[in-house]
């Protein structure tokens, strides 16, 4: 058995793998299939200042190798996470990243702040998200708005943050240069894609939002080179993800420079997924005589 425990933020995890936000709820689901435990960690579902409703379906289409999703940021407000979720999830022996997210940066600082008082472990700001003061561009589509949003977390919570990047940009490096400067512990990447379908017999976009997130196997190449390029420009740990649906997949954004990985839409298609990937890791490390995972972070070896 190779080993898989990485740390991350002074954080000890017992595997590099976790389901992302948005696929795995607060666990309850998944909790019927295998113990919560096996888990390197857990990214709970998006929560914001006050109960969101999400989204009008349709919110989700089938893509090539893929999914959109306009489920939009659908939860029960930060109060009834931190009552009434949370506690649940703290006494599952397992990491627990509470992803947050806000329309303005006082929103995404009061949400942290609530956390301050409550056991878990990071806090994972989603940057995906519109910022109302600035007409609705994501926080993450700019290194003053993504600085802006880190700096106001950061000034409210102790926790070790880490910065979700958004992949819809020119430059990922600068924005991860950005965050790094504000104060972020580590970066997460990638969020979904944006994009869009047409139904062309009624010639209306398929999802309701018109637009959506495109996640799956379809995003997973270019979920490598953003971390690769992200690893190369800051200092602080990455948590990659993006279309990974296999213990090769898991391996390969390490060797990108991920120090763990997140699994999203596979979760869907298989609730086994993040324990299969564990085990398929395990074996692959054992086939290659590596002794832990920690010593492939980052290893690719460039042309
Ligand atoms: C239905 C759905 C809901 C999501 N909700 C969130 C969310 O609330 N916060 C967030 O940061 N990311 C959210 N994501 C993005 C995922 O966490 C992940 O970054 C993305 O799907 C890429 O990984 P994947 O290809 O493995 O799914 C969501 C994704 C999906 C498919």
Redesign the pocket.
Known sequence: MADLSVNICGIDFKNPIIP????FGYGREYEEFYPLSKLGGI?T??TTGKLRTGNPAPR?AETPS??L?S?G?Q?PGIDAFIEKELPNLLHKDTVILA?I?GATAEECAEVAGKLNDTDVHMI?L?I?CPNVKQGGAAFGTSCQMAEQVTKAVRNATKKPLVV?LSPNVTSITDIAKAVESAGADAVSL???LLGMRIDIKTRRPVLRNNVG?L???A??PI?VRMVWQVSNAVKIPIIG????SSGEDAIELMLAGASAV?????C?TDPYAPIRIINEMNDFLDSQNIDTVREIVGTVQPW
């Open positions: 992302a936000s948005g696929v990214a579902k998006g989700i893929g999914m999703n489920v940021l939860n992803n997210a994972e989603n995906s979700k990638i969020n979904t997130g996640s799956g196997g995003i997973f979920a993800m993006g279309g990974v997140q699994v999203g839409m596979a869907f």
